[in-house]
C-alpha cells in the first residue's frame, strides 16, 4: 500500500506561484509513475501533468503546458507540482496519484491523495 499526502496549497494572487509537494508512505513510490489532478467545483477530476517512473518523460495538460513543472525525488519519495503564472481558473482541489501506468487517464492511477486547495484570486 502507498499512503500519498499533498501539501502546499493556499490563497494566491493571480499571476503569482506556489509549489505543491506529494509525500509518499508505505510502499516506496521509486517504481510508480506519478501525477497530479485536480477537481473544481461542479467539474470532473481532470488531469494536470505526468512523470515517468525515472523521471525521463513527463505530460501536461494543454491548459497548464508552460507555466506549471512536475518533478519527483526518489531519495525523498516526494513529487512535486510547481505551479506560476497562476490564474483563477487554475482555482481547485489539487490530487497526487501514484501509478502503476503513465499518462493522463485516471485509470492508470491506483493510489491517490486526499487533496490540497489551491485558491487563485483574480
Known amino acids: 500500500q502507498v499512503q500519498l499526502i499533498e501539501s502546499g496549497g493556499g490563497l494566491v494572487q493571480a499571476g503569482g506561484s506556489l509549489r505543491l509537494s506529494c509525500a509518499a508512505s508505505?510502499?516506496?513510490?521509486?517504481?510508480?509513475?506519478m501525477g497530479w489532478f485536480r477537481q473544481a467545483p461542479g467539474k470532473e477530476r481532470e488531469f494536470v501533468a505526468g512523470?515517468?517512473?525515472?523521471?525521463?518523460?513527463?505530460d501536461y495538460a494543454s491548459s497548464v503546458k508552460g507555466r506549471f513543472t512536475i518533478s519527483r525525488d526518489d531519495a525523498k519519495n516526494t513529487a512535486y507540482l510547481q505551479m506560476n503564472t497562476l490564474k483563477a481558473e487554475d482555482t481547485a482541489v489539487y490530487y497526487c496519484a501514484a501509478g502503476p501506468l503513465f499518462g493522463g487517464a485516471r485509470e492508470k492511477y491506483d493510489y491517490w491523495g486526499q487533496g490540497t486547495q489551491v485558491t487563485v484570486s483574480s
Open positions: 512523470i515517468s517512473w525515472r523521471g525521463g518523460s513527463t
Open positions: 508505505g510502499r516506496t513510490t521509486r517504481n510508480y509513475p
